[in-house]
């Protein structure tokens, strides 16, 4: 492994090889840091059943379209090759698995402290994504929850919870695709939520969520860009089959947790499992050394570098970092940009 170089890139997911694509093209050094023995990123980690929103067409990484499928919303497993072979395509310089330890800071550049070794670097670019660090939410009573609970992140299919009776918390997408997964499977499925579930129309696909965040990338009006989202769940196949058999009916959610499940009002809803669908955090820990989380959890960043220190860049974590930066097709776009702010300030044509 080298150990300078223009721009670490700690992440080699979809946003990390996006960014590299993009400093490739400007002749830029730069080397990519992958915790992952195998290409693929978090993608490796999703359930069996899991599919894209949108046709292959439309869920491509910069320069090379992704293959079509025999399927209009493709699997996990196209997805995985797609990126293993698009690392190949354009030989980008990813070193696996290394686990990055910390960064830090000094006049003349970054150091990035690895388990093999130690890299310096003038820029580095953070790609990890969120995938690592799952939210779960502070419920009163949670502990005392005789049965299993896990989050979305380690969900791997419906087969671990046959029979049985299952919450699953969330009413965003995941929440949604996991509940159809298990109709059919469990005993007994609840879908609880804080919030209504908020479907885009059934002949909608991921195509129309890019475009919407086209649409709020350019609006000013905060009314306006709110407005520009009518709805967020993609009714995929198997959601619209769960729909149409009552299991997506709204819960609401738990007051409190007990042994023998959870308390809504005056009910109580036994259950054997919990399944939280309720979001994640950014996967920033190796960052601590250079305190650049503000009291949001998140750091303070202009044009995806650190306010407190430009060096430090962030690409592919969701609306902060760009919209749909966290999606395959939307992430190139701030990969870009950033590729040439990066290649500005080391004095390089873009």
């Given at each position: 492994m080298r150990e300078q170089v223009d721009v670490a890139i700690v992440g080699g997911g979809q946003a990390g090889l996006a960014m590299a694509y993009h400093l490739r093209r400007l002749g830029i050094d730069h080397l990519v840091l992958d915790e992952q023995a195998e290409p693929g990123g978090a993608w490796q980690s999703t359930w069996p059943s899991l599919r894209l929103f949108s046709p292959s067409a439309y869920s491509s990484l910069p320069?090379?379209?992704?293959?079509?499928?025999?399927?209009?919303?493709?699997?996990?497993?196209?997805?995985?090759?797609y990126l293993r072979r698009y690392e190949e395509r354009y030989d980008l310089p990813v070193e696996r698995p290394v686990t990055v330890l910390d960064v830090r800071s000094d006049a003349t550049g970054l150091t990035v402290e690895t388990d093999r070794g130690a890299v310096r670097a003038r820029f580095v670019v953070n790609a990890t994504g969120t995938w690592s660090a799952p939210f779960v939410?502070?419920?009163?009573?949670?502990?005392?929850?005789?049965?299993?609970?896990?989050?979305?992140?380690?969900?791997?299919?419906?087969?671990?919870?046959?029979?049985?009776?299952?919450?699953?918390?969330?009413?965003?997408?995941?929440?949604?695709?996991?509940t159809a997964d298990?109709?059919?499977v469990v005993e007994r499925v609840s879908l609880?939520?804080?919030?209504?579930?908020?479907?885009?129309?059934?002949?909608?696909?991921?195509?129309?969520?890019f475009d919407q965040a086209t649409a709020r990338l350019r609006q000013a009006d905060p009314v306006e860009q709110e407005a520009a989202f009518v709805g967020e769940i993609v009714?995929?196949?198997r959601v619209r089959e769960a729909r149409a058999k009552g299991a997506l009916r709204l819960r609401a959610m738990f007051d409190r947790m007990v042994p023998e499940g959870a308390v809504i009002g005056r009910d109580l809803l036994e259950l054997d499992a919990v399944i939280w669908c309720t979001g994640y955090r950014p996967a920033l820990r190796h960052l601590r050394s250079l305190r650049l989380r503000t009291s949001d959890g998140y750091p303070q960043v202009e044009a995806n570098r650190a306010v407190k220190d430009p060096r430090v860049c962030f690409v592919g974590y969701g609306d902060w970092t760009g919209p749909a930066s966290a999606t395959l097709i939307g992430v190139g776009r701030t990969?870009?940009?950033?590729?040439?702010?990066?290649?500005?300030?080391?004095?390089?044509?873009?």
């Open positions: 320069g090379w379209p992704m293959p079509p499928h025999p399927d209009a919303f493709p699997p996990v497993d196209h997805v995985i090759d939410p502070l419920v009163d009573g949670a502990s005392s929850f005789a049965g299993r609970q896990l989050h979305s992140a380690h969900y791997r299919g419906p087969q671990d919870f046959t029979g049985q009776r299952v919450a699953v918390v969330g009413g965003g997408n995941s929440g949604v695709q996991i298990l109709v059919g609880v939520s804080t919030r209504r579930l908020r479907f885009l129309p059934d002949d909608v696909d991921g195509r129309h969520l009714a995929l196949p990969a870009k940009a950033l590729a040439a702010s990066i290649a500005a300030d080391l004095g390089q044509p873009c």
